[in-house]
Nanobody, 125 residues
Framework: QLQASGGGLVQPGGSLRLSCTVSGDLLDRINIGWFRQAPGKEREGVSYIHSSGSRRQYARSVKDRFTISRDMGKNTVYLQMNSLQPEDTAVYYC????????????????????WGQGTLVTVSS
């Protein structure tokens, strides 16, 4: 089970940190992805962290602004989002996959078998 939290309203240029708390699995056994879905748009992959913790992926649109990390003691994955822009407005979801995904597949939702409920991020002045 995954529980996403941390969304809210933020001004352009601001920051938020999303959390994805995982129960029932240990983070060193699963791979976690963050996705987002804006109104009227398809769900897109934002970031991914491999179970080893050593391999992380980012969508081109968020690279250098977003950082994925994890706390093994809390079994929680974080998405630190800086320099937020209105186009980052979306419902953000975390999801887990048993597969070790590569560059061409980590952002494809079909590989993920369990999803959190989503948390809304609104970037607006």
């Amino acid at each position: 089970q995954l529980q996403a939290s941390g969304g809210g309203l933020v001004q352009p240029g601001g920051s938020l940190r999303l959390s994805c708390t995982v129960s029932g699995d240990l983070l060193d056994r699963i791979n976690i992805g963050w996705f987002r879905q804006a109104p009227g748009k398809e769900r897109e992959g934002v970031s991914y962290i491999h179970s080893s913790g050593s391999r992380r992926q980012y969508a081109r649109s968020v690279k250098d602004r977003f950082t994925i990390s994890r706390d093994m003691g809390k079994n929680t994955v974080y998405l630190q989002m800086n320099s937020l822009q209105p186009e980052d407005t979306a419902v953000y979801y975390c999801a887990k996959t048993p597969y070790s995904l590569i560059t061409s597949t980590w952002g494809d939702a079909q590989w993920y078998d369990s999803w959190g409920q989503g948390t809304l991020v609104t970037v607006s002045s």
